[in-house]
């Protein structure tokens, strides 16, 4: 089945304990994006990969890293999370860099930071 | 900044109604315009997807519809149906690999 699955499904940590939230999609697709959601802010992007080894920032960059080493997989790392981190990650890919075609989104990831 | 407004933020109608939900953009160089579901506690699904040359996609009683020189996107609904109670979110997508939300419009049809 095609999908884009992430892991945890849910999280809680504490202050500055690092964090690896996991990305993989069976697609073949070419862009992957990992977006934040949060009450009376919407959607909001915050990195985006057009290809294996090429990562852009999103609008919300700050506290986050990412990398791209192989096409499926697109982790998102919070290497100090702080407790306004807590919000619910998604992740999509999409087939081509091009914005041709539509974003397929994860299931969510919801992280509570204390 | 890329900015994309969605109106009204909530909507109650009566099942079997017609209605219109209505995205604004602020970029007029756009690529694409995407419409999305989400249901509570849920990821996002894509409903209809339109290139930035085109003016409509149709998809079962979903229309969507593309004005790019007044900055504007419509998703109209056909006869409504209490399935389709849901948050719809727009998103533009921009400067390739950038994609700007809307906040959603939560759409509420009663039986």
């Known amino acids: 089945e095609a999908q884009v699955t992430q892991n945890p499904r849910y999280l809680i940590t504490v202050t500055g304990k690092k964090l690896t939230v996991t990305c993989s999609q069976n697609?073949?697709?070419?862009?992957m994006s990992w977006y934040r959601q949060d009450p009376g802010l919407g959607l909001r992007q915050i990195y985006y990969?057009?290809?294996?080894?090429?990562?852009d920032k999103g609008d919300v960059p700050e506290g986050y890293k990412v990398s791209r080493k192989e096409k499926r997989n697109f982790p998102l790392i919070l290497e100090s999370p702080s407790p306004n981190q807590t919000s619910l990650y998604f992740c999509?890919?999409?087939?081509?860099?091009?914005?041709?075609?539509?974003?397929?989104f994860g299931p969510g990831t919801r992280l509570t930071v204390l | 900044k890329q900015e994309v407004t969605q109106i009204p933020a909530a909507l109650s109608v009566p099942e079997g109604e017609n209605l219109v939900l209505n995205c604004s953009f602020t970029?007029?160089?756009?690529?694409?315009l995407q419409w999305f579901r989400q249901d509570p506690g849920k990821g996002l699904t894509s409903l209809l997807l339109?290139?930035?040359?085109?003016r409509e996609q149709t998809s079962g009683r979903l229309n969507a519809s593309l004005d790019k020189s007044s900055g504007r996107s419509t998703l109209y609904i056909a006869a409504s149906q209490p399935g389709d109670s849901a948050t719809y979110l727009c998103?533009?997508?921009?400067?390739?690999?950038?994609?700007?939300f809307g906040d959603g419009t939560t759409l509420t049809v009663k039986p």
């Open positions: 999509a890919s999409s087939p081509n860099s091009g914005f041709t075609d539509t974003q397929y």
């Open positions: 697609m073949n697709h070419e862009y």
């Open positions: 970029d007029s160089a756009i690529y694409n």
């Open positions: 339109i290139q930035s040359s085109q």
């Open positions: 990969s057009m290809n294996v080894e090429v990562t």
């Open positions: 998103a533009m997508g921009a400067n390739a690999g950038k994609s700007t």
